[in-house]
């Protein structure tokens, strides 16, 4: 189990510091990514933080807000509220004062097509940016970490462009999906400088400042990250790493 694994059940940061919680793939109705979820309500430091839902990505359904409620809301104790930006009331003041006043945002899977649409048609991710630099948690699973990074797939290798929110890119890949380095690495190309991570079933990325790990709730899990046109994987593990060691040789190379 993630908690009992990291020994972090209880222990509450002080303060806000942004971070972000990248998990490629894994079922929040069913509370599989419930303890990646306990990790990102604690990042923030707050017993009960205002915790934003954004879920365009799955069109505004009414399944994604109710699977929100019930995880976040009944189950994680947050003070929970809703960016429909597709069925809601589109307004510019309205999303602005949503993002200014929420300390975690979680972004729901789905399209990440739709997702990208809606977040350029109302232009929300400098706001969004904006608060992860302020201090906000940033989580999302499939095509809502996908939108995380500067760019991003999720259950093809066609990339789009993200938020950004760090300097990486995220890819998410659906269970039982077979990997290629070369999809992979054509998909980001654009951003070959910057690390993209590759993230499959119950993988997570969680970025702090310069640094990262790669979490799994899997025994030996692990996340393909391509740096500079290079397929290579790195272990899932509870302790950070600076993202410049990934242009070493501290990364294994995939053969």
């Given at each position: 189990?993630?908690?009992?694994?990291?020994n972090?059940?209880?222990?509450?940061?002080?303060?806000?510091?942004?971070?972000?919680?990248?998990i490629?793939?894994?079922?929040?109705?069913?509370?599989?990514?419930?303890?990646?979820?306990?990790?990102?309500?604690?990042?923030?430091?707050?017993?009960?933080p205002?915790?934003?839902?954004?879920?365009?990505?799955?069109?505004?359904?009414?399944?994604?807000?109710?699977?929100?409620?019930?995880?976040?809301?009944d189950?994680?104790?947050?003070?929970?509220?809703?960016?429909?930006?597709?069925?809601?009331?589109?307004?510019?003041?309205?999303?602005?004062?949503?993002?200014?006043?929420?300390?975690?945002?979680?972004?729901?899977?789905?399209?990440?097509?739709?997702?990208?649409?809606?977040?350029?048609?109302?232009?929300?991710?400098?706001?969004?940016?904006?608060?992860?630099?302020?201090?906000?948690?940033?989580?999302?699973?499939g095509?809502?970490?996908a939108?995380?990074?500067?760019?991003?797939?999720?259950?093809?290798?066609?990339?789009?462009?993200?938020?950004?929110?760090?300097?990486?890119?995220?890819g998410?890949i659906?269970?039982?999906t077979?990997?290629?380095?070369?999809?992979?690495?054509a998909?980001f190309?654009?951003?070959?400088?910057?690390?993209?991570?590759?993230?499959?079933?119950?993988?997570?990325?969680?970025?702090?400042?310069?640094?990262?790990?790669?979490l799994?709730?899997?025994a030996?899990?692990?996340?393909?990250?391509?740096?500079?046109?290079?397929?290579?994987?790195?272990?899932?593990?509870?302790?950070?790493?600076?993202?410049?060691?990934?242009?070493?040789?501290?990364?294994?190379?995939?053969?």
């Amino acid at each position: 189990m993630l908690a009992r694994k990291f020994n972090l059940r209880g222990a509450v940061p002080q303060g806000i510091t942004s971070q972000l919680f990248a998990i490629g793939n894994g079922d929040l109705v069913t509370r599989e990514t419930y303890e990646f979820d306990q990790l990102i309500v604690s990042a923030s430091g707050r017993t009960r933080p205002w915790t934003l839902c954004i879920t365009a990505a799955a069109d505004d359904s009414p399944e994604a807000c109710n699977a929100f409620g019930n995880i976040y809301g009944d189950g994680l104790r947050c003070r929970t509220d809703y960016l429909r930006i597709l069925k809601g009331e589109p307004g510019g003041d309205e999303f602005q004062r949503k993002i200014a006043r929420n300390e975690v945002f979680y972004f729901s899977d789905g399209n990440l097509d739709l997702l990208v649409q809606a977040i350029d048609q109302y232009g929300i991710a400098d706001h969004l940016r904006e608060a992860y630099t302020r201090g906000a948690i940033f989580g999302g699973v499939g095509a809502g970490a996908a939108i995380l990074g500067l760019l991003g797939f999720s259950g093809s290798t066609t990339s789009a462009s993200g938020i950004g929110v760090a300097d990486v890119n995220i890819g998410c890949i659906v269970e039982d999906t077979n990997f290629s380095a070369t999809s992979a690495t054509a998909a980001f190309k654009d951003k070959s400088s910057v690390p993209g991570f590759v993230l499959g079933h119950m993988t997570a990325l969680n970025v702090k400042g310069d640094e990262f790990r790669v979490l799994s709730g899997q025994a030996g899990g692990e996340a393909h990250v391509i740096v500079k046109g290079q397929d290579s994987v790195v272990a899932s593990s509870v302790e950070y790493a600076p993202l410049s060691s990934l242009a070493s040789t501290k990364a294994k190379q995939r053969v």
